[in-house]
């Protein structure tokens, strides 16, 4: 499974999660396989001055993740992603290593639609 995190910093796993999926500066990619991480990627959002719709979730899609984790993202994103088979979570930002041991515990399910 690959997760990919929007990110505030170029710190990997120690980075702090970002508010929005498409105005962060970076994104880290986990490759977790039977709970433990195996991989950790950490690539510049290329979109992070300007973006059209849609841009950053074929972005993220392409990189092959199976999964976007951010601090938010609008309704109309949740669905792209999800028409694009990347299963879209948002939580409260905080270090990547925190959200991904929730997410690995089933803690994180979902994403609610920010405005």
Not at 20 to 42: L, N, T
Request: neutral net charge.
């Amino acid at each position: 499974m690959r997760i990919a995190f929007a990110s505030e910093e170029d710190k990997g796993l120690e980075s702090m999660l970002a508010h929005h999926f498409g105005r962060c500066p970076y994104y880290v990619f986990v490759d977790v396989e039977d709970e433990k991480v195996k991989k950790v990627e950490v690539k510049k959002n290329p979109f992070f001055e300007k973006h059209d719709a849609g841009v950053v979730p074929n972005f993220i899609a392409e990189q092959k993740a199976d999964i976007i984790i951010a601090g938010g993202m609008g309704p109309k994103a949740i669905e792209w992603f999800k028409e694009l088979g990347v299963k879209p979570i948002t939580t409260e930002p905080k270090k990547i290593t925190q959200i991904l041991k929730d997410y690995l515990e089933g803690k994180l399910t979902g994403a609610e639609p920010c405005r």
